[in-house]
């Protein structure tokens, strides 16, 4: 995303795989023609592999086993609850085992309200829910 007018320019980027597609390409095609621009690249991709493998370094054989241990050790912690996902689990285990208890009570308790209802308008003994003694 240099997007630089001047391609010369483009070389130590482009031998670092820095550049974006867009100016990748561009950069391909300047260096097809410009002899110049291909040494300069060549060289610096060389310097650059150089600089790479001077640094890099072989870790010591009992690094392996230090990380697991102490990873072993190191206690984990839980994911974090979010505030809205406490109160959600909240309400339904708090209010929700009240209402179905009170469901069923409610229900027994309307159902001889309007059986005594009928009873009343009907008479105790044309009513079959009379009979059980419902009123």
Known sequence: MLRRTDPHTL???YALDALGDI???KFERHIGVCESCRAETASL?????RLAETTAA????????Q??????R????????RVADRVRRSWHGFAGWPAAAVAPVSAIRIGA???ARTCAIVGPNNGANCQLGFR
């Open 23 to 25: 100016d990748r390409e």
């Open 11 to 13: 070389a130590g980027a």
């Open 45 to 49: 991709r060389d310097a650059a592999g």
């Open 113 to 115: 309200r309007v059986s």
């Open 74 to 81: 190191t206690r984990q912690q839980s994911p974090p609850v």
């Open 58 to 65: 072989a870790p010591p054989p009992r690094l392996r086993g």
């Open 67 to 72: 990380v697991l241990a102490e990873a072993a």
